[in-house]
T-cell receptor, first 115, second 113 residues
Framework: NAGVTQTPKFRVLKTGQSMTLLCAQDMNHEYMYWYRQDPGMGLRLIHYSVGEGTTAKGEVPDGYNVSRLKKQNFLLGLESAAPSQTSVYFC??????????????FGPGTRLTVT | AQSVTQPDIHITVSEGASLELRCNYSYGATPYLFWYVQSPGQGLQLLLKYFSGDTLVQGIKGFEAEFKRSQSSFNLRKPSVHWSDAAEYFCAVGTPGGNKLTFGTGTQLKVEL
């Protein structure tokens, strides 16, 4: 099992450009998440999905869109990149092994720089 | 809403010394609690978790954590630190019936040889 994978690993964008980050998991997990990690701020939830075809906003959703067309994939889009979106982006997935219980498995991250 | 505080931004310990990383949470009932570790350039790896039952939980790599309801704490401990334990450690809280985690800001551990 590859677990959670993220594509690409690194990317540099110019302000105003768009891009899509791909997250894939092969564990048949229902839930998937996108976080951003900034120094001194821990991980902040951008968007998440509780199943195929469903998405919801997290703590810092502005400037991002997501889609979950297939259960194993969760895409994060930046429509018009801004320098404030320079960050490390992590995808995670989780299963519910009992009602209300869950633990998240993380991908290796994507380092995005917006100039 | 739940929240997590990790009061120590940086901690330095000598190899072989004991370690305790602090985590305090805010939630009205018994939360779900997690500790994750992040090595440089890597994703987060789960060390241990607490849902209910025994308040002392054992994790991987020789780590343990104790849930103390009266102190709203879930501190991470290791009796003897190894140089390979140098990393950033994150405490996280989840809520029963929920599906999201709230992370602390992390504690950077440095191990002196």
């Amino acid at each position: 099992n590859a677990g959670v994978t993220q594509t690409p690993k690194f990317r540099v964008l110019k302000t105003g450009q768009s891009m899509t980050l791909l997250c894939a998991q092969d564990m048949n997990h229902e839930y998937m998440y996108w976080y951003r990690q900034d120094p001194g701020m821990g991980l902040r939830l951008i968007h998440y999905s509780v199943g195929e075809g469903t998405t919801a906003k997290g703590e810092v959703p502005d400037g991002y869109n997501v889609s979950r067309l297939k259960k194993q994939n969760f895409l994060l889009g930046l429509e018009s990149a801004a320098p404030s979106q320079t960050s490390v982006y992590f995808c995670a997935s989780s299963y519910v092994w009992r009602v209300g219980s869950y633990e998240q498995y993380f991908g290796p991250g994507t380092r995005l720089t917006v100039t | 809403a739940q929240s997590v505080t990790q009061p120590d931004i940086h901690i330095t310990v000598s190899e072989g010394a004991s370690l305790e990383l602090r985590c305090n949470y805010s939630y009205g009932a018994t939360p779900y609690l997690f500790w994750y570790v992040q090595s440089p350039g890597q994703g987060l790896q789960l060390l241990l978790k607490y849902f209910s039952g025994d308040t002392l939980v054992q994790g991987i790599k020789g780590f343990e954590a104790e849930f103390k309801r009266s102190q709203s704490s879930f501190n991470l401990r290791k009796p003897s630190v190894h140089w390979s334990d140098a990393a950033e450690y994150f405490c996280a809280v989840g809520t029963p019936g929920g599906n999201k985690l709230t992370f602390g800001t992390g504690t950077q551990l440095k191990v002196e040889l």
